[in-house]
């Protein structure tokens, strides 16, 4: 029994099973660090022609934008808006602006430095997170993200790489290629930006076997955090009339937790978890309804690590 519980705590970060983004950040600036959602209103190439006209399959008429936070509102006043609204606040808490909704390198370079500037100029803003696809990375565009490096500073590229299977990304609408995905991941590392990469467990088509091989593939790329969804219906996608249909069945949430671990025994214990499941606003969900309950989905998790008594990078 003894052994057991050794073997439960081994890979104990914080008191989890998995190292989260949050408590990297907790542990490192000694303080409350916020992600603050930003829209700088840009678009992206697989909705204004240049790579399709309607978007990913899954993707909403917002392109995932934090209800509330519109283009229309200057970025400074996103920021303070945010602020605001947090539930709790605690004296000397830190920020980090995230461009999120649509592609957030799609855009002429002047503009682009323009919003990065204004939201790092903010007051307590410590870092920079920039959400984009992998065939919107120049070298260029790269160079610019590249330039916002300093001691003390947090930047981030988030990349959706979403799967490591040109079939599945087929079937999202991506309009790119894995490779084209490694090939980003790997400029963006060349130039020391640290790269978080979005994954959907639960593609239609996808079985365990193919969603564990890009748990493995992730090895051989210099990633340094992760973002992991479950595949979930908004309101007004594609998706939306796939699943009307029959066409399509999300996974339940016994099914996504028991994936979920296994795919995170898979990754580096080095590799930060920034997010483990995804959340929508409930007028917005369609399916399945268990994402509304992310605490207790949460606590799953956990759970079955402990029954399991395995941890992040266990079989890795």
């Not at 983004?21 to 678009?43: E, M, T």
């Amino acid at each position: 029994m003894t052994q057991k519980r050794d073997l439960c705590k081994a890979g104990s970060w914080y008191g989890k099973p998995y190292y989260s983004f949050s408590d990297y950040l907790r542990g490192k600036y000694k303080r409350r660090v916020l992600k603050i959602p930003i829209n700088a209103g840009l678009s992206c190439p697989n909705r204004d022609g240049t790579v399709g006209a309607e978007g990913c399959v899954f993707c909403s008429a917002d392109g995932s934008a934090t209800p509330g936070m519109t283009a229309a509102m200057p970025i400074p006043e996103q920021i303070e808006a945010a602020k605001k609204g947090f539930k709790r606040s605690e004296p000397d808490t830190g920020y980090i602006a995230y461009f999120q909704a649509f592609t957030n390198t799609y855009g002429p370079h002047p503009l682009l430095k323009k919003y990065y500037d204004t939201a790092v100029a903010q007051e307590d803003v410590i870092g920079l997170m920039i959400g984009t696809r992998p065939d919107c990375l120049s070298d260029e565009t790269l160079d610019l993200i590249a330039s916002y490096r300093k001691p003390g500073f947090e930047l981030w590229l988030e990349i959706g790489m979403q799967t490591s299977h040109d079939k599945s990304l087929e079937f999202l609408r991506r309009g790119h290629a894995n490779d084209t995905t490694v090939d980003a991941i790997a400029r963006a590392a060349g130039r020391g930006i640290p790269v978080c990469v979005h994954l959907i467990l639960g593609i239609p088509g996808e079985s365990w076997n193919d969603m564990m091989a890009t748990a493995d593939r992730l090895r051989g790329l210099p990633v340094v955090g992760i973002k992991l969804h479950h595949l979930h219906v908004i309101r007004g996608t594609a998706l939306e009339n796939l699943y009307r249909s029959g066409g399509m069945k999300p996974l339940s949430r016994k099914e996504y937790v028991s994936i979920l671990c296994d795919f995170i025994e898979r990754v580096s214990p080095e590799v930060l978890i920034h997010r483990l499941m995804g959340d929508r606003e409930e007028n917005t969900l369609v399916a399945p309804r268990w994402g509304m309950h992310k605490g207790t989905v949460l606590k799953a998790i956990e759970d079955e690590f402990q029954r399991r008594c395995t941890y992040q990078g266990f079989l890795f």
